[in-house]
C-alpha cells in the first residue's frame, strides 16, 4: 500500500496559483473514450533545467495509483541528464477546486532525479471517486499545474580533512 506519509507528502490548500506550469484540459473524459492511459504535458523550464509533467488520469498501476489520478514530473527527453548528473528538486503539485476557488497542493520532500530515475510524483494523488463528483470542483475546466524547486549545490565540500 502506498502511504503518503511514508514517502513525507504533504497536503494543503492555497488560492495562489502555480509559479512554473499550468495546463487545462478541457474534457478529462476524452481520456477514458479515447482509451488513453497517459498524458504527457509540453516541455517547460524551471531552475535551469527542462521538464514535463505526466498525468495518469485513471492511475498508474504499475505503483499502485489504481483508482487515483496518478502525477509525475520528469526531465524532458530534449535535455536528459548525463550519467553522474544529480539534480534535487522539491516539487509541489497542484488541481484547481473551481467550486472553492482553491488548489489542492501535495508536495514531496527533496527528491534526487538522476539519469536512471528521472521521474517523480504521487501515485495516489487524487481518488477517481472525488476528482469525478461533482461537488468537487476538478472537472470544471481540468487544471494541473507544478512548481519545481531546483536545490543548487552549495559547492562546500565537508570531505576534506584537517590536522588540528
Known sequence: MYDEADHGITTEYTDVSPAHYVFK???????????????????FESGGHKWRMILYPNGDESRNGQGHVSIYLAVSETSPLKVGSDVNAIVRFFVFDQIRHIYLVKQGISTRLRAMSSKWGIPRYVPLEIFKDRSYGFLVDCIFGVEVFVIKNSGIDFSASYDL
Open 25 to 43: 484540459i478541457e474534457s478529462f473524459s476524452l481520456f477514458s473514450e479515447n482509451d488513453m492511459d497517459m498524458y504527457e504535458t509540453n516541455e
